[in-house]
């Protein structure tokens, strides 16, 4: 159903170190580093975080969260500790997710510029 996700960023710099070390933690890297933006993409599509193209200020929505699959649980863990190590907050800490189908596994995290985000995987043990 979806092409591709972009999320705005005022520091260019910053969101692709974040980017780079949580993408990396469920293996995908980025396909193109421009000046404004950074691209990362696999056979799923495409998630590019650069400054806003009408030069304003990025901001995030309410409400609004873009989730990523892992693989495993150590696909979690790692994602959301590479973005607590990389000028990410904690919005939720790795685990079941008793509300979500299949119980799944999933950890959250505001990027740097406070986009919310988040990591899922199947539950090993439902």
């Given at each position: 159903m979806l092409n591709h996700v972009f999320l705005g960023?005022?520091?260019?710099?910053?969101?692709?170190a974040f980017y780079n070390?949580?993408?990396?933690?469920?293996?995908?890297?980025?396909?193109?580093?421009?000046?404004h933006a950074t691209i990362y993409a696999n056979e799923g599509g495409a998630v590019a975080v650069g400054k806003p193209a009408n030069?304003?200020?990025?901001?995030?929505s309410n409400g609004a969260t873009l989730?990523?699959?892992a693989?495993?649980?150590?696909?979690?863990?790692?994602?959301h500790a590479?973005?607590?190590?990389n000028?990410?907050?904690?919005?939720?800490?790795?685990?079941?997710?008793?509300?979500?189908?299949?119980?799944?596994?999933g950890a959250y995290l505001r990027d740097p510029d406070g986009n919310k985000i988040c990591?899922?995987?199947p539950n090993e043990n439902a």
């Open positions: 960023t005022n520091d260019v710099e910053k969101s692709r070390a949580t993408m990396d933690a469920i293996g995908v890297k980025p396909v193109n580093e421009l000046p030069g304003e200020a990025a901001n995030p989730g990523f699959k693989k495993n649980y150590d696909e979690v863990n790692a994602w590479a973005g607590l190590a000028g990410g907050t904690d919005e939720g800490a790795p685990g079941v997710r008793e509300n979500s189908p299949g119980q799944m596994y990591v899922f995987c």
